[in-house]
C-alpha cells in the first residue's frame, strides 16, 4: 500500500503527517517504510534530528520522477510505504500519483489553500483515466481552527473538488510543531494530547479509507 501525501502548495502538513502517520502505522503494529519524494529534504532533517537509537521506520530519499517510478522496488516488503510530497514541483507530485494506491491531499481551511489543492486534484482525475479509478483520493484538514465559520464553509468547496473529505484532521497545535522540530512526533512527545488522539483517529480513518471497497 503506497499513500501519498501531496499539495504543491507549501508548508500545509505534508510532512507533519508523513511523520505522525507513519510513527501511528508503526506503533499499530505495521511495517512502514518513509519516502522522501522532496528535494528539500525535510524528512531526511526530521530524521537526523531523532538522532541515532530512534525506534523510527526506515527512509529513503527518492526525489526525482525517474526515481519515485521505482518505488515498486523497494516497497514489496513494507505494509505501508507514506510518500512525504513534494510541494512547485509539478512533474515530481504528477509521478508520484501514478505509483500511488492512496493520495491523501492536507488542505488548510483558506481560501488560498483550497486553490492551491487543484493542481493535485486534476492530476489525480487525469490518470484515473487511464487507470479505472486508481488511485484513490481524499482531502484531510490541517491546522483546523475549530468552530470557526471559514472552516465550514471551507468544506463545503472542497467537497465541490469531488473527492471526499476525512471526519479526522488536524488542528492549529504547537504540540505538532514542537514534536518535528526535535525529530518526533506527537505520539512521542505528547502521547495522551489532543494531538495524538488526532493522530491516531486520522490513521485509523485512513487505513479503512485504503482498504474500503478492495
Ligand atoms: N497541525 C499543526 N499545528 C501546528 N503547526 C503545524 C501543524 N501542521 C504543521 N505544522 C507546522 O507548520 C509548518 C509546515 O508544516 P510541514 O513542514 O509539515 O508542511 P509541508 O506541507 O511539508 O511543507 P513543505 O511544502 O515546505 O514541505 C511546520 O513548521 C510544522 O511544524
Ligand atoms: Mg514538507
Same mark, same amino acid.
Given at each position: 500500500m503506497i499513500i501519498a501525501i501531496l499539495n504543491e502548495k507549501g508548508g500545509v502538513?505534508?510532512?507533519?503527517?508523513?511523520? &505522525?502517520?507513519?510513527?501511528?502505522?508503526?506503533?499499530?503494529?505495521?511495517?512502514?517504510?518513509?519516502?522522501?519524494?522532496?528535494?528539500?529534504?525535510?524528512?531526511?532533517?526530521?530524521?537526523?534530528?531523532a538522532g541515532e537509537g530512534g525506534d523510527y521506520p526506515p527512509m529513503i530519499a527518492m526525489d526525482k520522477p525517474a526515481m519515485i517510478k521505482d518505488i515498486k522496488s523497494?516497497?514489496?516488503?513494507?505494509?505501508?510505504v507514506i510518500v512525504d510530497g513534494c510541494p512547485k514541483s509539478i512533474g515530481m507530485i504528477a509521478a508520484t500519483i501514478t505509483v500511488a494506491?492512496?493520495?491523501?491531499?492536507?488542505?488548510?481551511?483558506?481560501?488560498?489553500?483550497?486553490?492551491?489543492? &487543484?493542481?493535485?486534484?486534476?492530476l489525480v482525475k487525469q490518470r484515473r483515466e487511464l487507470t479505472e479509478g486508481r488511485p484513490k483520493a481524499a482531502f484531510i484538514v490541517s491546522r483546523q481552527i475549530t468552530n470557526t465559520r471559514l472552516a465550514v464553509e471551507s468544506r463545503q468547496a472542497l467537497?465541490?473538488?469531488?473527492?471526499?473529505?476525512? &471526519?479526522?484532521?488536524?488542528?492549529?497545535?504547537?504540540?505538532?510543531?514542537?514534536?518535528?522540530? &526535535?525529530g518526533r512526533t506527537v505520539l512521542d512527545?505528547?502521547?495522551?494530547?489532543v494531538a495524538a488522539r488526532e493522530i491516531r483517529a486520522?490513521?485509523?480513518?485512513?487505513e479503512e479509507f485504503a482498504h474500503a471497497g478492495r
Open positions: 502538513g505534508k510532512t507533519t503527517l508523513a511523520t &505522525n502517520l507513519a510513527r501511528a502505522f508503526q506503533k499499530a503494529g505495521q511495517k512502514v517504510l518513509l519516502v522522501d519524494s522532496d528535494p528539500q529534504g525535510s524528512l531526511r532533517d526530521w530524521l537526523a534530528a523497494v516497497s514489496g516488503q513494507h505494509d505501508v494506491d492512496v493520495v491523501l491531499i492536507p488542505v488548510q481551511p483558506s481560501g488560498f489553500d483550497l486553490w492551491a489543492a &487543484n493542481s493535485v486534484v486534476d467537497l465541490e473538488l469531488g473527492f471526499p473529505i476525512l &471526519n479526522a484532521y488536524t488542528s492549529q497545535r504547537i504540540a505538532y510543531a514542537q514534536s518535528s522540530s &526535535n512527545t505528547e502521547p495522551d494530547g486520522l490513521a485509523q480513518e485512513v
